[in-house]
């Protein structure tokens, strides 16, 4: 009878997950805040991104999200319109939204490197600030310099703004730690603003899906970097499917991966897919 009880004993342990960064950070938001599930085509027409935090761990995190990292096309002067009546324009446009939206966006810097002139730039205000000589390559990010850590089970609120409006949607979601366990400043390309997600088809691949069909038009890696220094983290947030059947799942970043997980998914947005890629 020892002997049972001690094999049952060791095989709970084994079966316990290891603790993780992620288990020492809350991530804060109002608890009244009511959210939805995310559906089919929903997100066309919605801005901002899913990276909810970049910087040293901290105990607790607010969940709010980054606007954009690559520098949108500042609004045309109008014609007869000084410098100064432009600027004074521009300043408060784009004070008056930052108010509205603080409650779910962020409005602090990321200094972003720009591959073509190696500028140092701030991404909120889009200005050069110092510019360098030093050429750079992109680093090689695997799971040998970062660590992916999924909480599939959480729930958090991700904010997406209506284009061309002030109003917020808020949808059900997942965060996902990304931390840089290398000894060395990692550079990330500035268009990750998600991560891919991988479920487990029929044929046990491991297939990408995302919550839509509709053609994405854009303009391709390669124009610049932010530093991720080491034991700094990434937080993302990751919309929750409709549910359906339960699937095993990854997340991707770049080419290092998370665990597998389960999460449902309806079977509608596996069948409504425009093309399929595989885990490669």
Sequence with gaps: MKQFLLILTVLLIGCKEEK???????????????????????DLDELGLNLIYKGNENPKIDVKYYKDIIPSPEPIQKLNESNQDYDK????????INFLMKKFFRTEEIIMFSENKAQIIDFLSHKNFETITSDFQYDFLSN?????????????????????????????????FIKNISDKVLKIPNNSGSLPFYF?????????????????????????????????????????????????????????????????????????????????
């Design 89 to 96: 324009r521009i300043k408060n446009t784009t004070d008056s």
């Design 20 to 42: 993780s960064f992620a288990d020492d950070i809350v991530l804060s938001f109002p608890k009244e805040t009511e959210m939805k599930v995310q559906e089919f085509n929903e």
């Design 200 to 280: 487990q088809n029929d044929e046990n691949k491991f297939q990408y899906l995302r919550n839509s069909n509709y053609m994405i038009c854009g303009t391709g890696s390669g124009i610049g970097y932010f530093e991720l220094k080491p034991n700094e983290i990434l937080i993302y947030a990751f919309p929750y499917f409709k549910k359906g059947q339960i699937r095993k799942a990854k997340m991707k970043f770049y080419n290092a991966l998370s665990r597998e997980f389960e999460i449902s998914i309806d079977e509608k947005i596996i069948r409504n897919q425009r093309s399929i890629h595989y885990l490669q």
């Design 144 to 176: 040998e310099n970062l660590e992916i850590v999924v909480k599939e089970k959480a729930i958090i609120p991700l904010y997406k703004q209506i284009m061309g409006t002030t109003k917020v949607k808020t949808y059900k979601a997942f965060p996902i």
